[in-house]
């Protein structure tokens, strides 16, 4: 069995605990597959929640990728784990959006949950309050309508911070076609935006 602590570097800790768990796992240790699982299960539900339409959904999306890497741990052939465990995610999101009609009513309601909004202070009056949340449920509404596989670039890029080789590997497509989804879906959330723009002013 190939040994990928030999093939890779591991001067990062976490990178090498990740190396680690996997082979162990390889070699049928589940629980340490397990550990695998509870260090990412949080992360790839907060990526994946933006790309499907529902918490239920991204769970069942992260559910399956782990499932996935679990029946394929021979595919993988080292380098970064989180970065292989997001490309599995990734992918299975893009499938379940396109395998579903598209009925984008309440498309993230989660964003529905005030939770998010900041404690109050000497900024969060009412008024401020009421336009940021309008502001995410115009932007959410927006995303919604575009492509998937524009939605997938620009939350991959812009909310996820990757970078363009990162979201190519993830997806697997190329570094140009990256690019492209992520310039076409800018200039339609601007379209889909036009008569908002208010709302993301000041």
Do not use: C
Request: hydrophobic share 40%; proline share 4%; net charge negative.
């Amino acid at each position: 069995m190939e040994d990928l602590r030999s093939t890779t570097v591991v001067e990062d800790p976490v990178q090498r605990r990740d190396l680690i768990l996997v082979e162990r796992a390889r070699e049928g240790d589940l629980d340490a597959f397990n550990d695998l699982v509870r260090v990412y299960q949080d992360q790839l539900f907060a990526l994946i929640v933006r790309m499907v339409p529902d918490r239920d959904q991204a769970a069942d999306v992260v559910q399956e990728a782990f499932f996935s890497a679990y029946k394929h741990l021979d595919a993988f052939r080292g380098g970064s784990v989180k970065s292989w465990l997001n490309r599995i995610a990734v992918n299975g999101a893009m499938d379940t959006q396109r395998a579903r009609k598209r009925r984008p009513v309440q498309p993230y309601p989660e964003l529905e949950d005030e939770s998010w909004q900041p404690p109050a202070g000497d900024e969060a009056d009412p008024e401020r309050i009421a336009v940021l949340t309008e502001r995410t449920r115009a932007l959410s509404q927006a995303l919604a309508l575009i492509t998937d596989d524009q939605r997938a670039a620009i939350v991959l890029y812009d909310v996820e911070g990757y970078d363009y080789l990162e979201i190519a590997e993830m997806t697997g497509v190329s570094l140009g076609t990256v690019k492209s989804r992520i310039h076409r879906g800018r200039l339609a959330l601007r379209g889909l935006l036009e008569g908002r723009m208010e709302l993301f002013r000041g």
